[in-house]
Every structure is written in structure tokens, then in C-alpha cells.
């Protein structure tokens, strides 16, 4: 049995690297003024790092020998990190905060530190998931933007294969990476009905063709190869035979042209003639958890035949995502997942008290904002058991708050919790919303 004396082996080499003697690479980190100069052994660079290997290789010694290399993008502690990883095979990650880690895996990636980058994103995973989930939407356009972080890729996706009007009815859905929606409408367990996947599929390729007008009859036969050539790794991914026969002429049928000619005629031939043999491949149905069935009595709002090519509402004219970001961390016993959905906003609804009577009464989770006029104020609550215009009275609740917002030259948000319970919601139906009854908060 061979002993194996890994830890004394990572000391001597850790201590290689605070030696000053026999090195012959320098890396400068970071821009001036803030430059700070490491130095380094070429045989453990090129053997450890793909990207130091190719960097030495053309790198030019000076009259002592020795090779420079500069990386202006990557900031003197993450570097301390990594170079200590390549020396002595260790990454000490339990005072870090999450969105270095996660920045640090991009650093990884660059420099071809495969291992590196496995642990740190497992770290993420299954240490910091609370984060991820707050900064969802970022973790997941920038993990699609890196081909190596599949960990994290395969994590995003679990998450919106159970919820995937999250990215679907998103306003940022038709900029999304083609790998990015590839990857989950390719997965068995995407709980969305095939023809509202379609629809959206339709959506994203027409949105990348700009010059296509809403309305295929309208298309020429270069529009239709246009559209087809930009979905071509998404069209295979559709199960089109699990598709009712109303679907596939509704849906399906305005845009045939970007279909296979074989595929069109085996749907043809399954409706008309199910008995005979045909040439496509045919996918299981998807593992729908709890199956809707559309209402055929209605008309279905996935239309395909003139597809919405003006971008849609932003959710908010008033907080961005870190506004956003910071409510969700502020509210206790969340769910595992959520996400916002408008339902009153003023300078479209109205600022009557009736108009709030009317949109909110009696729901529950509302996060009330409101823009200071001429300021850069941003005021909110957040009431998760709702009013209720019926009550006439002050409602007793423990997790309501309320906060003003960093926005501008206001530069810290603040968060003011219930001290009294008993009076923390306010519901008379002569004034609308209120929170406490006095100096509850």
C-alpha cells in the first residue's frame, strides 16, 4: 500500500512560492496604481495552468531570464486565492462572501482551472443557495454565457423547468442565448404544455430576425429560411406529436415552411392516417407533474399567427432588480421560489383609493412602492397577510414592514420592522392602504 504525504507536499510547495530566490516568471496584478508584482516558477505554471502554458510560450525573457505576464482583469485577492491553489492544491473559501466566489469562478475559467472551477461552484451550490436564488437572474445569464459552467447551468435549469413562466414571460426573454434555451426545452421535465413552448420558441426566433414582420402570411421564402436557419437546434426539441390536432393547424401549420418537408408530412399522415408507418423520430411526452388542459372553447392567448414584436412592459418604472434583490431578503418564511407580478400601477391604473380598492383588495403579499416626486425618495411596505376593505380596522401582523430605498443621492436603504403587532395593518375603506395604527413601527 503506498503511503501518500499530500499535505506535507502542498506546505513545501506554498513555501516555494514566498521564496524570492530561482523564480523566473513575474505576473503583475491588476492596473496602476494598485499593481501588486508575484513571483512564480514557469514548471509549475505551464503544468498547473493551461492558460499560463500557452502564455510562457510566447512570453519573451528579459537580460535576466525572466518572463512577465500582465492580467489587468483580475483583482490582487482573487489572484492570492489562485496562485495558491496552483502551488499548493488548497482554496480556503469559508470567509468569503458569495459574490466573490462567484466571480472568482470566472477568474478560474479563464485561467483553465477545471478542478478550481468544479469545487467553487459546488461550494455555491451547496453553501450559498439562498444567495443564487436572490441573484437568479444573474447567475443564470451569466452561467450561459460560459461554456464550463455546467454545474451551475444544470442548477438554473431545475429550477425553471418546475417554474418556467420565470424566464419565459420574462422581458428579457427573446435576449436570452440560444445554449441557454436549448438546454431547457430539451429537458423531459419541462412543466410547460408543448404548444405554448412552441409559441415561445416562434417568439424568440422572430425576435432575433428583426426585419420579419408580425404577420407570416406576409413572409417571403427568404424570411421563413431566415427563421428556420436561427432555430435550427430548437426545432428538433419539439415533441410536435403530443400536440393535439387543433394545435398543429392552429399553431404549427402558419409556419410549416421551417419544418423538416418529411416531419410535416408524418404530421399530416398522423392525423389523417395514424395506422401508417413514419420516418421522424417521435420523443416521449414530456413528465408533466401536474398537467393543465387547455380550454379549447377559448381562444388560446399563444397565438403564433400574428406573434407581439414590441418589447413588452418593464415590470418596474420605479426599482431595478438590486432594489428588488433587497425586498426579497427582507421578507421572513419566504417560499423557495417567488417572483413579483404587477398589479396596480399608478400612471397606468390610476391613484384613486378606489382603484386600490379594486386591484388589491384582499390579496395577500403585497409590496406597496412609491416615487417621491422630484426626489429621488423611494418608499415602500411590504404586507404579506393584505387588506381587506370589508374589515374596517387595524389587523394584527408580525412580518409586515416597511423601507425607503438607495436610489440616487439617497445611498443607504433603511428597513423598519413592527414593534406593535396588533395595529401593524391598517384597513379602512375611507383611505385605502395604511400601515400601523400609531407608532407600531
Given at each position: 500500500m503506498a503511503a501518500k504525504f499530500f499535505e506535507k507536499l502542498s506546505n513545501n510547495y506554498l513555501e516555494l512560492l514566498e521564496d524570492k530566490e530561482d523564480f523566473n516568471v513575474i505576473i503583475n496584478i491588476g492596473e496602476a496604481p494598485n499593481v501588486k508584482v508575484f513571483q512564480a516558477h514557469s514548471a509549475i505554471l505551464k503544468h498547473r495552468s493551461l492558460y499560463f502554458h500557452n502564455e510562457l510560450k510566447i512570453a519573451e525573457k528579459d537580460k535576466n531570464n525572466i518572463k512577465t505576464i500582465n492580467l489587468k482583469n483580475i483583482s490582487i485577492q482573487q489572484f492570492e486565492i489562485i496562485i495558491k491553489y496552483i502551488y499548493g492544491g488548497i482554496a480556503l473559501l469559508e470567509k468569503l462572501e458569495a459574490s466573490f466566489i462567484f466571480e472568482l469562478i470566472h477568474v478560474a475559467c479563464k485561467l483553465f482551472l477545471e478542478e478550481l472551477v468544479k469545487y467553487l461552484e459546488t461550494h455555491l451550490i451547496e453553501s450559498n443557495a439562498h444567495w443564487l436564488r436572490l441573484h437568479f437572474d444573474r447567475i443564470y445569464q451569466k452561467s450561459f454565457q460560459n461554456v464550463n459552467l455546467l454545474m451551475l447551468q444544470n442548477w438554473c435549469n431545475d429550477i425553471l423547468v418546475k417554474n418556467p413562466n420565470k424566464i419565459f414571460e420574462s422581458e428579457n426573454f427573446t435576449s436570452l442565448q440560444e445554449n441557454a434555451l436549448v438546454s431547457l426545452i430539451e429537458r423531459d421535465d419541462l412543466q410547460m404544455e408543448e404548444t405554448k413552448i412552441w409559441y415561445y420558441i416562434i417568439k424568440w426566433g422572430i425576435a432575433q430576425n428583426p426585419d420579419l414582420s408580425s404577420n407570416p402570411e406576409d413572409w417571403s421564402n427568404e424570411n421563413f429560411l431566415a427563421l428556420k436557419s436561427t432555430l435550427k437546434n430548437c426545432l428538433p426539441l419539439i415533441r410536435y406529436f403530443q400536440m393535439?390536432?387543433?394545435?398543429?393547424?392552429?399553431?404549427?401549420?402558419?409556419?410549416?415552411?421551417?419544418?423538416?418537408?418529411?416531419?410535416?408530412?408524418?404530421?399530416?399522415?398522423?392525423?389523417?392516417?395514424?395506422?401508417?408507418?413514419?420516418?421522424?423520430?417521435?420523443?416521449?411526452?414530456?413528465?408533466?407533474?401536474?398537467?393543465?388542459?387547455?380550454?379549447?372553447?377559448?381562444?388560446?392567448?399563444?397565438?403564433?399567427?400574428?406573434?407581439?414584436?414590441?418589447?413588452?412592459?418593464?415590470?418596474?418604472?420605479?426599482?431595478?432588480?438590486?432594489?428588488?434583490?433587497?425586498?426579497?431578503?427582507?421578507?421572513?418564511?419566504?417560499?423557495?421560489?417567488?417572483?413579483?407580478?404587477?398589479?396596480?400601477?399608478?400612471?397606468?391604473?390610476?391613484?384613486?383609493?378606489?382603484?386600490?380598492?379594486?386591484?388589491?383588495?384582499?390579496?395577500?403579499?403585497?409590496?406597496?412602492?412609491?416615487?417621491?416626486?422630484?426626489?429621488?425618495?423611494?418608499?415602500?411596505?411590504?404586507?404579506?397577510?393584505?387588506?381587506?376593505?370589508?374589515?374596517?380596522?387595524?389587523?394584527?401582523?408580525?412580518?409586515?414592514?416597511?423601507?425607503?430605498?438607495?436610489?440616487?443621492?439617497?445611498?443607504?436603504?433603511?428597513?423598519?420592522?413592527?414593534?406593535?403587532?396588533?395595529?401593524?395593518?391598517?384597513?379602512?375603506?375611507?383611505?385605502?392602504?395604511?400601515?400601523?395604527?400609531?407608532d407600531g413601527i
Amino acid at each position: 500500500m503506498a503511503a501518500k504525504f499530500f499535505e506535507k507536499l502542498s506546505n513545501n510547495y506554498l513555501e516555494l512560492l514566498e521564496d524570492k530566490e530561482d523564480f523566473n516568471v513575474i505576473i503583475n496584478i491588476g492596473e496602476a496604481p494598485n499593481v501588486k508584482v508575484f513571483q512564480a516558477h514557469s514548471a509549475i505554471l505551464k503544468h498547473r495552468s493551461l492558460y499560463f502554458h500557452n502564455e510562457l510560450k510566447i512570453a519573451e525573457k528579459d537580460k535576466n531570464n525572466i518572463k512577465t505576464i500582465n492580467l489587468k482583469n483580475i483583482s490582487i485577492q482573487q489572484f492570492e486565492i489562485i496562485i495558491k491553489y496552483i502551488y499548493g492544491g488548497i482554496a480556503l473559501l469559508e470567509k468569503l462572501e458569495a459574490s466573490f466566489i462567484f466571480e472568482l469562478i470566472h477568474v478560474a475559467c479563464k485561467l483553465f482551472l477545471e478542478e478550481l472551477v468544479k469545487y467553487l461552484e459546488t461550494h455555491l451550490i451547496e453553501s450559498n443557495a439562498h444567495w443564487l436564488r436572490l441573484h437568479f437572474d444573474r447567475i443564470y445569464q451569466k452561467s450561459f454565457q460560459n461554456v464550463n459552467l455546467l454545474m451551475l447551468q444544470n442548477w438554473c435549469n431545475d429550477i425553471l423547468v418546475k417554474n418556467p413562466n420565470k424566464i419565459f414571460e420574462s422581458e428579457n426573454f427573446t435576449s436570452l442565448q440560444e445554449n441557454a434555451l436549448v438546454s431547457l426545452i430539451e429537458r423531459d421535465d419541462l412543466q410547460m404544455e408543448e404548444t405554448k413552448i412552441w409559441y415561445y420558441i416562434i417568439k424568440w426566433g422572430i425576435a432575433q430576425n428583426p426585419d420579419l414582420s408580425s404577420n407570416p402570411e406576409d413572409w417571403s421564402n427568404e424570411n421563413f429560411l431566415a427563421l428556420k436557419s436561427t432555430l435550427k437546434n430548437c426545432l428538433p426539441l419539439i415533441r410536435y406529436f403530443q400536440m393535439s390536432g387543433d394545435d398543429v393547424y392552429d399553431h404549427i401549420q402558419p409556419f410549416q415552411q421551417i419544418l423538416e418537408k418529411d416531419l410535416w408530412k408524418d404530421l399530416v399522415k398522423r392525423y389523417m392516417t395514424p395506422y401508417r408507418p413514419m420516418t421522424s423520430i417521435v420523443f416521449r411526452p414530456r413528465v408533466i407533474l401536474t398537467p393543465e388542459m387547455p380550454d379549447r372553447s377559448k381562444p388560446s392567448k399563444y397565438s403564433t399567427r400574428t406573434m407581439p414584436l414590441k418589447p413588452t412592459e418593464p415590470f418596474s418604472k420605479v426599482i431595478n432588480q438590486e432594489h428588488k434583490n433587497d425586498i426579497i431578503s427582507w421578507i421572513n418564511n419566504k417560499p423557495e421560489f417567488y417572483c413579483f407580478k404587477l398589479l396596480l400601477r399608478g400612471s397606468r391604473d390610476g391613484f384613486t383609493r378606489d382603484t386600490f380598492w379594486n386591484l388589491c383588495n384582499k390579496q395577500k403579499n403585497l409590496d406597496i412602492v412609491i416615487k417621491v416626486k422630484n426626489t429621488d425618495e423611494i418608499l415602500g411596505g411590504y404586507n404579506p397577510i393584505g387588506w381587506d376593505k370589508a374589515f374596517n380596522g387595524y389587523k394584527s401582523c408580525k412580518e409586515s414592514f416597511i423601507f425607503s430605498l438607495k436610489n440616487g443621492t439617497v445611498q443607504t436603504s433603511i428597513l423598519s420592522r413592527v414593534k406593535i403587532t396588533k395595529s401593524a395593518i391598517h384597513c379602512f375603506d375611507n383611505s385605502g392602504l395604511g400601515f400601523t395604527g400609531g407608532d407600531g413601527i
